[in-house]
């Protein structure tokens, strides 16, 4: 594994050699942009496949049960 791979961590290419890049956050009023920022930096170059998840925490109690009810 090249140093650069190694830099980039594990990532998937797609069928047009473009890497797919996940960027995960958490929000609760506001999607916080600073993990997209850094990634769009750090990790993506011209071409790369961007997918942003936004992880929404439930306003219940806080119990993961509460989630599939």
């Known amino acids: 594994m090249s140093r650069e791979q190694q830099k980039r961590g594990k990532q998937e290419k797609g069928s047009d050699g473009a890497e ?11 999607i916080p942009k600073t993990a997209l920022v850094w990634s769009l930096t750090h990790v993506v170059q011209p071409g ?6 936004v ?15």
């Open 55 to 69: 992880v929404v925490p439930s306003q219940s109690s806080g119990d993961c049960d509460s989630f599939f009810a």
């Open 20 to 30: 797919k890049v996940i960027v995960a956050v958490k929000a609760s009023k506001e």
């Open 48 to 53: 790369d496949c961007i997918t942003l998840l």
